[in-house]
């Protein structure tokens, strides 16, 4: 099954589009199903669930931490994590930093934009990474974009999510021209494609690929 649905995706996916496993509440024999086929690079989005399973899993996995982490749970994550894909408040940022500056380490990151309904949480405004990228943080490597559409089966809506991002992205590109930030993190299971379009370089799929979560 899980083999099966992994190829299925990887079948459609460009090549050059990194695909993130996201294994978030399935056992590691579901991992390693999909390890076993051969992919490498999965995401986790609770810090004690993946420090756990980065501790435990093969030492070859890349893992992408991609939910919402508070400043006190930082080191179960960076030791672990290759890139930490949802940094969403200035106060994370910092403590990454600091904790960065603590380790003698430099850690990977990308900012998330704050997508789709205004009550919607999570991530920053367009003002606030510009704000961000024209100030020194010697620790943290600025690798991208990402973003979560609307939560909504309305494509159009969808759409003008994922435009709204990889336009913002371009603008960063000709007016700051940074040498590391070449990721867009956009898509998942049920709107992948779109993002495709919308120039994803990573997509991050889990639900398509290990079946549905049980909360
Ligand atoms: C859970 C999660 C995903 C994957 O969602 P699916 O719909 O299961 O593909 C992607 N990104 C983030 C930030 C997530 O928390």
Not at 2 to 7: F, R
Not at 112 to 122: F, M, N, S, V, Y
Not at 146 to 158: C, E
Not at 199 to 212: C, K, L, N
């Amino acid at each position: 099954m899980v083999e099966d649905n992994l190829k299925l995706v990887l079948k459609e996916l460009p090549p050059g589009v990194k695909l993130v496993a996201v294994s978030k509440f399935h056992p590691k024999e579901d991992i390693l199903k999909a390890y076993n086929a051969g992919q490498r690079l999965f995401g986790e989005n609770r810090p004690q669930e993946f420090a756990a399973k980065a501790a435990e899993l093969p030492s070859d996995i890349e893992w992408h931490f991609i939910g919402h982490l508070q400043t006190n749970k930082l080191k179960m994550v960076l030791p672990y994590a290759s890139v930490v894909e949802s940094i969403d408040s200035k106060r994370l940022l910092d403590a990454v930093e600091k904790w960065g500056s603590e380790h003698d380490k430099v850690i990977d990151v990308l900012l998330e934009l704050h997508l789709g309904a205004e009550e919607t949480k999570g991530g920053f405004t367009e003002e606030e990474i510009e704000e961000i990228l024209s100030q020194p943080y010697p620790h943290v490597c600025f690798k991208g974009l990402m973003g979560m559409a609307t939560n909504t089966d309305d494509k159009a809506v969808i759409e003008a999510d994922f435009l709204r991002i990889e336009t913002f992205k371009k603008r960063l590109d000709e007016k700051y021209h940074l040498r590391d930030f070449a990721e867009l993190s956009i898509g998942m299971s049920h709107d992948w494609p779109l993002a495709v379009r919308h120039g994803a370089t990573i997509v991050r799929i889990g639900t398509a690929i290990f079946g549905p979560r049980e909360y």
